[in-house]
């Protein structure tokens, strides 16, 4: 499936691509790197695929800020997947433009604190430049931070610690440009900063990792925590209580576990076979297939705002919603039709830039009012332009 995206992105001439959840590096990511570089007539190496690591561990990060490993590099010129100039531009050159540092955030997590993660991958960053700096290589890795970002105090914070840019995610999923049901969308403009939990994951269910989730309104999280205790206590679905199968019917899935089977077995048959060949003489792993039927479904009725299912919608969310939700009560962002993703970017920028001005002011000695030291959108927004005006239109305001 790597090698296919990859293909695609060559073939369609795709200039950037983030790299997110990777825990090394892969002979694809280093392909499409790789694939991309030039010598301009100036002697310059270029880059002409920009890749984006999405990271929340140094290690991890440390392989990208580097230039591409040679064994895997020697492997792909031995395929023919790169040329020989390519091999050898790749040794001055790192695998990634920029390092997207990604603490507390909505679905997988390391739940680590954006102050702590943010200046030890920047130290990184200069210390691996440091080493290469004898090498001749010129790049400059950007650093960014992504998870917590829901306000302009939040991404002011990420700028004074060094960040070179801010990634929004939870609150993108109430915008009128999500692909989220309005049903979905209600509940997420509703959450709190403590309105969210962790739950297990449908792609590693097996292996305990979590997911952060919305709480709030939904029964998918003590549901889901529920199926992974019967896994944990049980070695197959055979081997469950009677009463506990019963409930889980009822309860959870709301038909036989028999009917769930078939439908895996189906679903597995046409997409990725080998699944069903492993559960085969292997209770435990039919039970974990069943009950992923649970999990990975639940984000689909989320999407589709499926009313039968409204207790187990799946929606992957991280305080910053909360955050963002008490930051525009009572403007024109609070209700859900209003908040274009774009927008909720301007907003959220300008108003950074704004609480580091007042931040530099109270430093000089400048005493402000209340009133005047915080940020809030407008409580009206403002009317559409059209022509060249429509790109200036949200700078102009003040």
């Known amino acids: ?26 002979p694809q990511v ?14 310059q190496v270029r880059a002409g695929n920009r890749l984006v690591a999405k990271i929340s561990r140094a290690e991890v990060a440390e392989r990208f800020l580097r230039p591409a490993p040679e064994p895997i590099v020697r492997g792909l010129l031995d395929a023919g997947l790169v040329t020989a100039e390519q091999a050898e531009l790749a040794r001055g050159v790192p695998v990634a433009d920029d390092i997207t540092v990604e603490a507390d955030s909505g679905g997988h997590t390391d739940r680590r604190p954006l102050t702590v993660l943010l200046p030890e991958i920047i130290a990184l960053r200069d210390r691996v430049r440091r080493e290469l700096a004898g ?10 931070a992504a998870g917590g970002i829901g306000t302009p105090a939040a ?27 309005p049903a979905t969308k209600r509940l997420l403009a ?27 309104g939904t029964m998918f999280a003590s549901r889901a925590r529920r199926l992974y205790e019967v896994y944990r206590a049980h070695d197959g679905i055979e081997a469950i209580p009677a009463a506990e199968r019963d409930a889980l019917e009822r309860k959870i899935f709301l038909r036989p576990l028999d009917d769930v089977w078939a439908d ?13 060949a492993r559960a085969a003489d292997n209770p435990k792993r039919r039970m974990a297939l069943v009950f992923r039927w649970y999990l990975g479904l639940s984000s689909g009725w989320s999407i589709a705002g499926e009313p039968s299912r409204a207790t187990d919608y799946q929606i992957w969310c991280g305080p910053a919603m909360g955050a963002f ?16 993703v774009a927008d909720i970017a301007t907003q959220i920028m300008r108003g950074a830039a704004f609480s580091s001005r007042v931040g530099h002011l109270r430093s000089a000695g400048v005493r402000l009012p ?21 790109g200036l239109d949200r700078w102009e305001q003040s």
């Open 1 to 26: 499936m790597e090698r296919d995206v990859v293909d695609l992105c060559l073939r369609h001439q795709v200039r950037c691509v983030e790299a997110s959840a990777f825990l090394d590096l892969t």
């Open 30 to 43: 280093v392909r499409y790197r790789l694939a991309g570089l030039s010598r301009a007539a100036s002697g």
């Open 135 to 144: 090498s001749g290589q010129p790049w400059q890795v950007r650093v960014g």
């Open 155 to 181: 991404a002011a914070a990420a700028f004074a610690l060094g960040a070179a840019y801010v990634v929004t995610g939870s609150v993108n999923q109430a915008s009128v440009e999500a692909s989220q049901s």
């Open 190 to 216: 509703g959450a709190g900063t403590a309105d969210c939990v962790m739950a297990p994951s449908a792609d590693m269910f097996e292996m305990g990792v979590e997911v952060q989730v919305l709480q709030r």
């Open 264 to 276: 895996t077995v189906r679903f597995f048959t046409e997409r990725d076979p080998d699944q069903i």
């Open 325 to 340: 939700n008490t930051w525009v009560a009572g403007t024109y962002l609070a209700p859900v039709e209003n908040r274009r």
């Open 370 to 390: 209340v009133r005047c030291a915080t940020y809030i959108p407008s409580l009206i927004p403002s009317p559409p332009r059209t022509g060249a005006a429509a």
